[in-house]
């Protein structure tokens, strides 16, 4: 469905507009369907993120100001969410042997797990994209990539 007929807008001020709105639009749709597919594991996708930065720097342990420097969602509360993910015993934290005021956040086994267990159901997710060409996503990623630059 386009997006005129998913927003019951029949004009924008100008193609700029539109995109403008269709990129938040689809952007908030993507995110919903994504929090909806991570929600059966007990996490939500801010915490999946997270856990996605730790298993890219596993077994190196990682700090927090790197964990919110490389987080989707920037605004989110990143000690919040690795107490969360601690309490489920997804990741560990610990001092720094070589700086006492660094702590140190490590993906445990079993965060490690239950990420190979979403990226199933990911994988089922990105799927629904087959009515893509791999030339046309990448060419929609990089005119993101473009819509960012100033």
Known sequence: MNLEDEIKQKSFTSPYHR???NIMFT???LHKELASTVRPFG??????NVLSILR?????????????ERMLDRESNATRLVD???EKGLVSRCQCPDNRRKVDIVITEKGLELLKQIDSV??????RF???T???ATLLGNLLDKVRQR
């Open 19 to 21: 995109m403008a709105v």
């Open 27 to 29: 952007g908030n749709w």
């Open 43 to 48: 996490v939500s996708l801010q915490q999946h």
């Open 56 to 68: 890219g720097q596993h077994p190196n342990p990682c700090m927090l100001g790197v964990i919110q």
């Open 84 to 86: 969360k993910l601690l």
């Open 122 to 127: 990911i994988k089922d997710f990105q799927s």
């Open 130 to 132: 087959g009515h893509l």
């Open 134 to 136: 791999e030339e046309e």
